[in-house]
């Protein structure tokens, strides 16, 4: 059974620096897709950053250059480093996995959108305060 765990929320002032992790259990495939995605309240869940078992990574424009999304297959432990956070806010932040990668990504569909992820953490809540 998959079983995913994230840690590492809190809270920061707008400008400073997290770093999530999400400890992963239980994977069954070769292959993966793991991402991070985003709900703020009152807002849909977004996708964040990815990485794939191919070492192909893809981050959401708005968090380019400032976020940064790493995996320690020894550890199978998922991390995203999250420098320059802005707007103020309290997303919650979620792991999620998919067998599939990026290469068997189904065409013309993006990795941002949360409904083609099977397999997801409870969240770790961030809060970032002005």
């Known amino acids: 059974q998959v079983h995913m765990v994230e840690s590492g929320g809190g809270s920061v002032q707008a400008g400073g620096s997290l770093n999530l992790s999400c400890a992963a259990s239980?994977?069954?495939?070769?292959?993966?897709?793991m991402a991070w995605f985003r709900q703020a309240p009152g807002k849909e869940r977004e996708g964040v950053a990815l990485i794939d078992s191919d070492g192909i990574i893809r981050y959401a424009d708005s968090v380019k250059g400032r976020f940064t999304i790493s995996k320690d297959n020894v550890k199978n432990t998922l991390y995203l480093q999250m420098n320059s956070l802005n707007p103020p806010g309290t997303p919650m932040y979620y792991c999620?996995?998919?067998?599939?990668?990026?290469?068997?990504?189904?065409?013309?569909?993006?990795?941002?959108?949360?409904?083609?992820?099977?397999?997801w953490g409870q969240g770790t809540q961030v809060t970032v305060s002005s």
């Open positions: 999620a996995a998919e067998y599939l990668t990026l290469r068997q990504w189904p065409y013309g569909v993006s990795w941002s959108i949360p409904q083609y992820f099977g397999y």
């Open positions: 239980g994977w069954p495939h070769n292959t993966y897709s």
